[in-house]
């Protein structure tokens, strides 16, 4: 029988946090469930779609909901990794050079149209996205958790941009897409919005401290042995995949298993299923991988490619719940309508 440490059920400020981005966005329950499951993993998030969808509202509502600092730096080709980070200054009065911390150092960093910006800044993300730190003139400066950068792109428009290098990429733990509302959606967000934005008037139903507890409690979902390989098998099936120069490697396999036992924690399981493992997949593993050629020709996304994975990596049905049980068992309490799939 297999031993776990006890899990916390989710508390009520997680449905809080749907409710209240909700107000802002309509009809995008799915894609703020991910994005917060992404965060309860302790990942970064890139948004990237049309003009116009919401990437912006959805950064700046999760911030304000969960009660975190928040700071927008816009990326121009002009931006200097220094205006990212922070820079050292140098004080005549005391002789020193005091260091001035940029707009990096906060709860949630919102990158605005990152792939605007030249790679030399693009790189200024890549330590504190790993790290949980900056270095300036050789002397580290550590950020104060929770830190979460949420990225945003344009994916149809490249003049004047520049694209995300692999490494880069694969630092965020999910791409997500917001998409356009329905025409009903498009209705009510209309009357809605008509006299005032909510975005003006959302307040906090969560603190740092929260989430902090939360991403603990995460870390504590079971996953059994079988859905590991399972995770991993998928991993190395995009390795294998004929379109794909470069698939998945550790790091996406250790994300698909975090945002897998985010989406359990917060529907109420202390352990992990396939179900959650394939809804986590898309988001973790497409921007991850290194098309070739032909694909690129063939206008094959990385969506597609995980479809095809995902259809031909078999599914574990004996896999434990921590009791020994099947994992087909009902869940702990019964899961939320708002968290349920659209």
């Known amino acids: 029988m297999t031993t776990m440490t006890a899990v916390s059920l989710p508390p009520a400020f997680i449905g809080r946090v749907l409710d209240n981005v909700a107000r802002v966005l309509v009809g995008k329950n799915d894609v703020t469930a991910l994005a917060l499951a992404g965060i309860l ?17 959805l950064a700046r509502a999760l911030a304000a909901s969960l009660g975190l600092p928040f700071s927008r730096v816009q990326f121009t080709p002009d931006l200097l990794p220094s205006d990212v980070t922070g820079v050292s200054v140098y004080r005549p009065a005391s002789g020193t050079f005091e260091f001035v911390p940029g707009p990096i150092f906060t709860g949630i960093l919102l990158a605005d149209e990152i792939n605007r910006a030249t790679p030399k800044t693009q790189s200024a993300l890549l330590e504190a996205m790993g790290e949980g730190q900056v270095t300036e003139s050789g002397v580290t400066h550590r950020l104060t958790a929770p830190f979460v950068v949420i990225a945003t792109q344009n994916p149809v428009e490249h003049e004047g941009t520049y694209r995300l290098p692999e490494a880069q990429l694969d630092r965020f733990l999910l791409r997500l897409s917001v998409g356009y509302p329905t025409l009903e959606e498009e209705v009510r967000m209309l009357g809605r919005l008509q006299s005032q934005h909510p975005i003006h008037t959302l307040e906090a139903v969560a603190t740092a401290a929260d989430l902090l507890e939360a991403q603990q409690a995460v870390r504590s979902v079971f996953v059994a042995e079988d859905l590991r390989r399972y995770v991993s098998g998928l991993a190395a099936r995009t390795r294998q995949h004929p379109l794909v120069a470069l698939g998945g490697g550790p790091r996406a396999s250790l994300g698909l298993q975090g945002v897998a036992q985010a989406l359990a924690w917060m529907e109420g399981r202390a352990f992990v299923t396939p179900d959650d493992v394939q809804r986590a997949a898309p988001g973790v593993l497409s921007h991850r991988l290194s098309l070739r050629v032909e694909a690129r020709l063939q206008g094959t996304p990385g969506e597609v490619i995980v479809a095809e994975v995902l259809r031909a990596e078999p599914v574990p049905v004996e896999a434990g719940r921590p009791e020994g049980g099947p994992i087909k068992s009902e869940p702990i309490r019964t899961v939320p309508d708002r968290l349920s799939r659209s």
Do not use: V
Not at 43 to 55: M, N, V, Y
């Open 41 to 57: 993993a302790g990942g970064h998030i890139l948004l990237e779609d049309a003009p116009g969808t919401g990437k912006t509202m």
